[in-house]
Each structure stands twice: as C-alpha cells, then as structure tokens.
C-alpha cells in the first residue's frame, strides 16, 4: 500500500472516531513508523510502507481512535518550542499556552542571565527552552513527582542543558532556596470538580497530579505564590501561566501576597492565561 492511500485510510477512521485532528495525527503517526517525516509524503505521495510498518500503523490509528490516546504519548514525544521532547504518561504534554509564557520570558530577559526556578517542571519543557535562549543562564527545577523528574533530566541531557539545571524533587510547600530572579511555573490549575468534564484523552492518560489544582483549582497557584515572596530576589520576576477564566482570583491573592502585575498576556483566544508580576518593596 502507498503512503497517500494508508494516510486516508487512518485519517478516515480517526475522523469516524470523532478524532479532529484526524489528517495530522495519521500523517504523524505513519511518519514515526515509518522514520519519514511528514514533508516527505507531502513531497512523494507515493512511497512504499512495507506490510509490518502497515501493521504498527493500523495499531497506533486503533489506539488513538478506539482509546483516544494523545498521539504525544503513541510517539512518547512533543514538539515545544521548536524543539523535540520526550514525554510519557508521567508528564504533562506541552501545550502552546505554555508556548506563550517562554515567548514572552525570551523577550523580556534577552542578553540577560537570569537565575530560574521553574516549579512544577514536568517534561522540563519551559526551562530547558528558556535555557536554550539564554545561553548563560543557569536554573533549578522542582516537582512533586519523580518520575516526571525522570524524563525532565533526559530531555535535559539530550538538549545538552544538563550543567545548567539542577532538578530537585521537591514541592514548592516546602522548598528552602537561594533566591532566584525569575521564578515560573505552569501549576495545575483544573478545579477538582472538572476534571471528570476534560476531554477523554487529557482525563484518561494525562497526571492527575499536573492537572488537580483542589476544591477551586488554585490550591498550588497560592502555595506558589505565597512561597515565592521567600525566594524571589529584590526586582525579580513571577511568571505565572493561569486557566482561563482564573485571571480575577490569581490577580487578588498576587496583591494580597505584595506582587505588583507588570505583564498581562492573552492567547491565541484572546483570554488572560499569563502573568508577569514583581514584589513591591517598601
Ligand atoms: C501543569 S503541569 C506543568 C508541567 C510543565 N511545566 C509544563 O508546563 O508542561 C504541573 C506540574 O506540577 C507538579 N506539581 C504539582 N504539585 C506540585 C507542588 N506542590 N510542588 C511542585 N510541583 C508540583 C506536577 O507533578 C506537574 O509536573
């Protein structure tokens, strides 16, 4: 069978299967079968895939379709700033929300070297891409969960960021520090009595650990926040990445804990989902 047919074929049952984004997911799914990439089938409509290649193929289309399995977690990788992680089913996937905040953090510290914390570093994506940026800045990145530990410290060896990120298993409730210039963080955010309402695919494969933000969705947020006056240095920075929606609340408990907003940014959508504030000193 040739690549044009096979991606029709998988196409046209992800999209039976009610899967939106069913002609990147096939073409992506035959590109990791096969090692081509999507542009190659763009280019040659026709290239041969062998029988067991169509065989890995149908089982992947099978597993997104029928169990709605994030095609990240079939691939066990995301693009995320231009770059390629490795996640699993212990991180978070990289969403382009996030994408945002290190646009933004990029802009604001270029050809400075800020000291980073990234609390909640899941797959590592936000501090391994600042990294990548500002090539003299160094970092340390916390998690509650060691197996998201894990796979942040291989994406960092593999991005050769390893010498300047320390990674600690730590929650942020209890993290004695150095004090930092810029702190960010993308906690959970899902207020609990939502999670069952997520889309099948983040609710059955993704952590619940990275999406449970408790009774209001903002139990980490506050600890976050709270904690970060502590070790944020005199003019450093919060960066925060928020739900939608949650702009009002987190705005009053940042004043309530002395941080002035200096930032707002929107998303693709128009909403308010990052927040860039620094403490007042008196
Ligand atoms: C929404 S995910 C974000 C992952 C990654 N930073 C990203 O943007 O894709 C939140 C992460 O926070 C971690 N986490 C949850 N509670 C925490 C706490 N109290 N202290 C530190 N990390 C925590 C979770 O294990 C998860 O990896």
């Known amino acids: 069978m040739k690549s044009n047919e096979l991606i029709k074929k998988g196409s046209d049952f992800l999209k039976k299967n009610k899967i939106k984004s069913h002609v990147i997911d096939s073409e992506l799914l035959l590109s990791s079968v096969t090692g081509k990439s999507r542009e190659s089938f763009l280019l040659n409509s026709s290239l041969k895939i062998s029988?067991?290649?169509?065989k890995s193929f149908n089982n992947l289309i099978a597993r997104r379709a029928l169990k709605k399995e994030p095609v990240a977690y079939l691939l066990n990788e995301k693009e995320f700033w231009s770059i390629k992680f490795d996640v699993n089913k212990d991180v978070l996937i990289p969403r382009p929300e996030t994408?945002?905040?290190v646009e933004s953090l990029v802009r604001y510290y270029k050809d400075c070297n800020p000291f980073i914390l990234d609390i909640g570093t899941g797959s590592g994506c936000i501090i391994i891409s600042l990294l990548q940026?500002?090539?003299k800045s160094k970092g340390v990145a916390i998690d509650i969960s060691n197996k998201a530990l894990k796979i942040a410290n291989k994406n960092s060896k593999t991005l050769k960021t390893q010498n300047r990120i320390k990674f600690v298993k730590a929650s942020i409730s209890n993290f004695k520090s150095l004090k930092f210039d810029l702190i960010v963080s993308n906690p959970p955010y899902i207020a609990r009595h939502q999670l069952k309402n997520l889309d099948v695919g983040i609710k059955k494969f993704e952590p619940k650990i990275a999406l449970d933000g408790g009774n209001d969705g903002l139990d980490v947020m506050r600890k976050v926040i709270y904690n970060s006056r502590?070790?944020?240095k005199i003019?450093?920075?919060l960066a925060l990445e928020i739900g939608n929606g949650q702009y009002k609340k987190v705005s009053q408990i940042l004043k309530l804990n002395k941080f002035n907003e200096k930032f707002l940014i929107n998303?693709?959508?128009n909403n308010i989902r990052c927040i860039l504030s620094s403490l007042n000193h008196y």
């Not at 029988?51 to 169509?54: D, E, G, V």
């Open 230 to 232: 502590k070790i944020l």
């Open 99 to 101: 994408e945002i905040l």
């Open 51 to 54: 029988p067991n290649q169509i």
């Open 235 to 237: 003019n450093g920075m």
């Open 133 to 135: 940026e500002l090539k």
């Open 267 to 269: 998303d693709y959508k």
